[in-house]
T-cell receptor, first 115, second 115 residues
């Protein structure tokens, strides 16, 4: 069974702080993703990575960056946290699926509050 | 651009009632994939079903069934004889062929099942 672990379930940070959200997967999957979830908006893709050292912007990358130094770990970085980044952040992974678009496996999420 | 609309924000039912969740999508692609995910109160999104655009057969899995109609761009989800454990947020999502985890999610529908 795929396990995607997000290091923190709840985080409270102050405006302007640099924030790191960590995600680790144990299935040797190449592809990892960061989504944020907001009421009424569903999930939106922030960044993704198809390989170590590789990163691609998703639909809402502004204010975020990512790091993928090792295959199993994908970090989301808020360079200078702002209150509009208060949200639920979800990490996900998917195996290389060929043409069949395998489903995402999600972590439990990190609920970040920026005050 | 792709878009997924889940017009129902919340549906409340009494246990054993049937509940249908609507999902309407927009895409210019001829090949695409549709998904349903469940998010229980614990927060982790759980994959329920994937359907590709060439397969319009309806599917049943236990008390769950899905009705895919390409002509109306809809992929509706029915829970038969609902149970309290079905209380969750349900998301419909759409992806392009070879998109490998880049999903366009709907806003989600909260289902509340009371005893």
């Amino acid at each position: 069974d795929v396990k995607v672990t997000q290091s923190s379930r709840y985080l409270v940070k102050r405006t302007g702080e640099k924030v790191f959200l960590e995600c680790v997967q144990d299935m040797d999957h190449e592809n990892m993703f960061w989504y944020r979830q907001d009421p009424g908006l569903g999930l939106r893709l922030i960044y993704f990575s198809y390989d170590v050292k590789m990163k691609e912007k998703g639909d809402i990358p502004e204010g975020y960056s990512v790091s993928r130094e090792k295959k199993e770990r994908f970090s989301l970085i808020l360079e200078s946290a702002s209150t509009n980044q208060t949200s639920m952040y979800l990490c996900a992974t998917v195996a290389d699926p060929g043409p069949y678009n395998s489903p995402l496996h999600f972590g439990n999420g990190t609920r970040l509050t920026v005050t | 651009a792709q878009k997924v609309t889940q017009a129902q924000t919340e549906i409340s039912v009494v246990e054993k009632e049937d509940v249908t969740l609507d999902c309407v999508y927009e895409t210019r692609d001829t090949t695409y994939y549709l998904f349903w995910y469940k998010q229980p109160p614990s927060g982790e999104l759980v994959f329920l079903i994937r359907r590709n655009s060439f397969d319009e057969q309806n599917e049943i899995s236990g008390r769950y069934s899905w009705n895919f109609q390409k002509s109306t761009s809809s992929f509706n989800f029915t829970i038969t004889a609902s149970q309290v454990v079905d209380s969750a947020v349900y998301f419909c999502a759409l992806s392009e062929l070879f998109s490998w985890g880049k999903l366009q999610f709907g806003a989600g529908t909260q289902v509340v099942v009371t005893p």
